[in-house]
């Protein structure tokens, strides 16, 4: 039997872990490659106007997965963080492919992951089909949450100028959606942090309601804190059209920030590469300035 897993959404992040975690348990798996214009063209073309980008490159890896694999591997995920939850799209992920596309042989387990426990118990529904004994599912959860953090670190250290890169995971690490933004920007001579490469604390005390979405509280957390700690000249934020969560966390950021430099960069499948390089090169030209004459400017120039 091959599993296929679909080179999308959070899977990016945890790939690796996943695939280690099937082959522990005697699972051969099978992932699609990196998001390239067939697969982008694939999930436009199956999934419905008014979805995200990333949840339409979704459907164009598990397209390209179709007649690839036995089974599809299309993860219900609510929530990764006690009382909160990731985002309605990924509630709804197995139903939307399975209808969307017509296909039948997906498998969506409900994952509930805020703590060992749950994780554990989610791993364990996910495979309990399979009958596999006890120790061998032991000995490959164990194996999962050690490579659980694999994916990519970035080198920010080299630069004079640092930016915040936020974004939801799958926007940042998958290079053909966001154009090479951090190559991009890494060749005009700046630094990039991300949100899995520095940590921050809690100022969502300073909202009026504590954020029930994860991605919210992350990137709201996240910037405030390198803004507070001085760590960063200026913030990057890429977002996709139609992202419900990120129209509010951009707003929540923008009103606390005050005239910090701020660039948001919205994308979806028809956004040319000309148009993001034009804004990214102005708004490294702006930093500079700003470094240069003391901050004596204001962020429109
Ligand atoms: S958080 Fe935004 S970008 Fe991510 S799946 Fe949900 S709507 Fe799409």
């Known amino acids: 039997m091959i599993i296929g897993i679909p080179n999308a959404l959070l899977n990016i992040k ?3 872990a996943i695939q280690e975690f099937f082959q522990n348990i005697g699972v051969t798996t099978f992932v699609s490659p990196k998001t390239n214009k067939e697969i982008l063209d694939l999930g436009v073309l199956n999934c419905v106007d008014e979805a995200c980008l990333p949840v339409k490159v979704f459907h164009g890896h598990v397209e390209y997965l179709r007649d690839r694999c036995d089974f599809i591997l299309v993860p219900r995920i609510m929530k990764l963080q006690k ?4 985002c309605p799209k990924f509630c709804g992920l197995p139903e939307m492919i399975k209808y969307s596309l017509d296909i039948k042989n997906i498998i969506a387990p409900t994952i509930v992951a805020y703590d060992n426990k749950t994780l554990k118990k989610s791993l364990y529904e996910l495979v309990k089909p399979l009958n596999i004994k006890k120790e061998k599912f032991e000995k490959a959860f164990e194996a999962f949450k ?13 630069s004079d100028l640092k930016v915040l890169l936020l974004g939801h995971p799958y926007l940042i690490y998958d290079d053909f959606i966001n154009m090479n ?3 991009k920007l890494k060749a005009f001579g700046v630094s990039v942090y991300t949100e899995d490469n520095v940590d921050f604390y ?6 009026i309601k ?3 979405w994860t991605f919210l509280r992350n990137t709201y ?3 405030i804190s390198l803004i507070e700690t001085g760590k960063i000249d200026g913030i990057i934020y890429v977002s996709s059209f139609a992202c419900g969560i990120d129209s509010f966390s951009i707003d929540l950021i ?20 000309a148009g993001i390089d034009t804004r990214l090169e102005a708004f490294v030209d702006l930093l500079k300035r700003r470094a240069k004459n003391e901050y004596n400017f204001s962020t429109l120039g």
């Not at 809690?202 to 909202?207: E, I, S, V």
């Not at 923008?254 to 590469?273: A, C, M, N, R």
């Open 14 to 16: 945890y790939r690796d």
């Open 83 to 86: 009382n909160e939850f990731i």
């Open 146 to 158: 050690s490579n659980l953090y694999k994916y990519r670190n970035l080198d920010y250290k080299n």
């Open 181 to 183: 933004i951090i190559k």
């Open 202 to 207: 809690d100022y969502t005390y300073r909202l």
């Open 210 to 212: 504590k954020p029930f």
């Open 221 to 223: 957390n996240c910037a």
């Open 254 to 273: 923008k009103k606390d920030i005050g005239s910090f430099p701020y660039l948001v960069l919205k994308i979806d499948e028809h956004t040319g590469e």
